[in-house]
C-alpha cells in the first residue's frame, strides 16, 4: 500500500535512505551517508515543501518517494526488496500527482539509470554533485498520454 508520509515514519525512512544508499552508492564513502543521516532525517525528510509517500507492506516501509514540487528528492527502496515493483509503483504514484517530473541520478549508479529509462525518463543534461563532486545526469519525464501516469488522482493508494 501506498501512502502519504507521516513524522512518525521518519527514523524508519531514514535507514531505508541510508541502507539503499549505501547499496547503490559504492562510488561514494560509505562515511558520507552514514554522516548525512542525522540531517536526511531532521531536515530534508520532514521540509514542509517535502511531499512524502512510503509503499509498506507488512507494517514494514519497503519504500518511499519524496517530491517537491516536479522534483523527485528521492525515490529509494530497501535493498532487499529492490527489484520486485516497489520503485515502479512508487514512481507510477508520483506520475498521477505531477505531469512532469525531473530528478538527478549519479552518471555511476547505471542501475538507477536504466530503471528510470525504462519508466520514460530521458536524460536532459549532465552535472556535478554539489555534496559527492561525482558526476550526474539530469532526468526528465512528461505525461504523454499513458493511462498509467494519468494525472487525475489526489494522493490516495496504489
Not at 15 to 32: G, K, P, R
Not at 55 to 80: D, K, S
Amino acid at each position: 500500500m501506498i501512502r502519504k508520509m507521516e513524522p512518525g515514519d521518519i527514523e524508519e525512512v531514514g535507514q531505508v535512505w541510508l541502507t539503499a544508499s549505501i547499496q547503490a552508492h559504492d562510488f561514494v564513502a560509505e562515511e558520507f551517508w552514514r554522516s548525512a543521516l542525522p540531517t536526511m532525517t531532521s531536515e530534508i525528510l520532514p521540509h514542509p515543501d517535502t511531499e512524502g509517500y512510503v509503499y509498506e507492506a507488512g507494517g514494514m516501509i519497503e519504500g518511499f518517494v519524496c517530491l517537491r514540487g516536479a522534483h523527485v528528492g528521492g525515490l529509494f527502496v530497501r535493498p532487499e526488496r529492490q527489484g520486485g515493483g516497489i520503485g515502479a509503483a512508487l514512481l507510477r504514484h508520483a506520475k498521477k500527482l505531477q505531469p512532469q517530473l525531473h530528478l538527478t541520478v549519479y552518471t555511476k549508479n547505471t542501475d538507477a539509470i536504466r530503471f528510470y529509462k525504462r519508466e520514460g525518463f530521458h536524460i536532459a543534461g549532465q552535472g556535478i554533485c554539489q555534496y559527492t563532486g561525482c558526476d550526474e545526469f539530469s532526468m526528465e519525464w512528461s505525461y504523454s498520454g499513458e493511462q498509467s501516469a494519468k494525472p487525475d488522482v489526489e494522493g490516495g493508494s496504489d
